[in-house]
C-alpha cells in the first residue's frame, strides 16, 4: 500500500531476540480496542484494524485476536474489562476515546500483567503502557504554520479550529503557536470543533460572521475542514482564503494533487497508525522482539508534487 511506504517513523524501540519468544503452536491472544467510526478518521482506524487482524491472523495461526469498538468511555471499559476476564488477552492494543477517562482501566490490565500498547492519545498518567504509538502532533501543528507562513509573508489574519480538549490537541496548538512566533500572522480566534465535520461547519460559520478578513485558516483535521470548506463556499469566500488540515484524508488529498487554491495542502497524521501497533505488539510475541518506549510517525506535508504518494484507492478515510 502506497500509504504505508510513506509513513517515516523515528522510534525509541529496543529489539533483539528472547525474552518472550513464543513457540508457533503456543496460543496467544491480543485484545485491540478502538473508538467507533464517528468520523472519517476513526473510520478509517477502524479499517486499518481489521486489516492488519485479517492478515495476521493468517500468517499467524497461534494468534488470536479479540477485536471491540466502543461508542464511548464506558463501554469501551467494559470491553476491555471483558478481554481480561473472559477472553483471557495476554496483550491490548488500545486507542483510547477519552484518554482522561480510561487511564485507570488501562492501568489496570497492564497491573493484571498484560502487555500494553496505547495508540494516538496520551494517558494521564505517564508509563503505564508498554509500548506508545503516535503520529508527531507537535510536527503537525508546525508544519501547518510553517507553510501558513510561507504561503502570507507579509502576515495576515487567521483563525483555527481545533480539535478536542485532550493532550494530543494541545500538543499540535501548542506547535503550531511557537512555530509563528514572531511572525505577522495573527490568530483572530481558536474554537473547539470536536474533529467533527458538522461541527467545523458550525464554527467556520460563525469566523466568516465576525471576521470580514481572513487570510488563512488551521483546522488540523480533514473532517473539519470539510464542514468549513462548506461554509466558506456558502458565503461566496473561497477566493479570500486557504485551508490547511490534517490527517491526509483521500478526498482533501486529490483535492491538493488537482491544485485546489482552498485545499493547498495537507498534514498527514495516518490512522495507519493503528496496524503498525497491532504489528509491533504481535512480533513481541510471535518473535522475540522486544518492543518499548514511543514510536512516533511522521507527520509529513503533503503538497501537489507528493500528493500522488499519499493516494490509496482502498482507504476509507
Do not use: C
Amino acid at each position: 500500500m502506497k500509504l504505508a511506504k510513506t509513513l517515516l517513523a523515528s522510534a525509541v524501540i529496543a529489539t533483539g531476540l528472547g525474552g518472550v519468544a513464543h513457540a508457533q503452536d503456543d496460543k496467544i491472544t491480543i485484545g485491540v480496542s478502538v473508538p467507533a467510526a464517528t468520523h472519517g478518521w476513526t473510520g478509517g482506524v477502524n479499517y486499518f484494524a481489521q486489516q492488519a487482524i485479517d492478515r495476521l491472523s493468517e500468517t499467524y495461526p497461534n494468534v488470536e485476536f479479540v477485536f471491540a469498538s466502543s461508542p464511548d468511555s464506558p463501554k469501551q471499559i467494559a470491553d476491555i474489562e471483558d478481554m481480561v476476564s473472559t477472553r483471557g488477552i495476554d496483550a491490548l492494543v488500545i486507542l483510547p476515546g477519552d484518554p482522561d477517562a480510561m487511564t485507570s482501566a488501562i492501568k489496570q490490565v497492564k497491573d493484571a500483567g498484560k502487555f500494553v500498547t496505547v495508540v494516538d492519545r496520551q494517558l494521564s498518567i505517564d508509563g503505564v503502557e508498554n509500548l506508545y504509538v503516535a503520529g508527531d502532533n507537535p510536527g503537525l501543528g508546525v508544519n501547518a504554520a510553517e507553510y501558513i507562513k510561507s504561503a502570507l509573508p507579509d502576515g495576515g489574519n487567521i483563525v483555527i479550529l481545533r480539535g478536542l480538549p485532550i493532550p494530543i490537541d494541545q500538543q499540535r496548538f501548542d506547535g503550531f503557536m511557537g512555530a509563528i512566533e514572531g511572525s505577522n500572522i495573527m490568530v483572530l480566534e481558536n474554537e473547539f470543533a470536536n474533529w467533527n465535520r458538522d461541527d467545523g461547519f458550525r464554527v467556520m460559520q460563525d469566523f466568516l460572521t465576525r471576521f470580514p478578513d481572513i487570510k488563512a485558516v488551521w483546522t488540523q483535521d480533514d473532517d473539519i475542514s470539510i464542514g468549513a470548506i462548506e461554509a466558506i463556499k456558502q458565503a461566496g469566500r473561497e477566493d479570500e482564503m486557504f485551508i490547511v488540515g490534517g490527517a491526509g484524508m483521500q478526498q482533501i488529498i486529490q483535492a491538493v494533487a488537482n491544485g485546489d487554491k482552498l485545499t493547498p495542502v495537507d498534514v498527514s497524521y495516518s490512522p495507519a497508525m493503528i496496524a503498525t501497533a497491532i504489528e509491533l505488539t504481535t512480533s513481541h510475541f510471535t518473535g522475540g522482539i522486544q518492543v518499548a518506549g514511543r514510536y512516533i510517525l511522521d507527520s509529513t506535508l503533503i503538497t501537489q508534487d507528493n500528493a500522488e504518494q499519499f493516494l490509496d484507492a482502498e482507504s476509507p478515510f
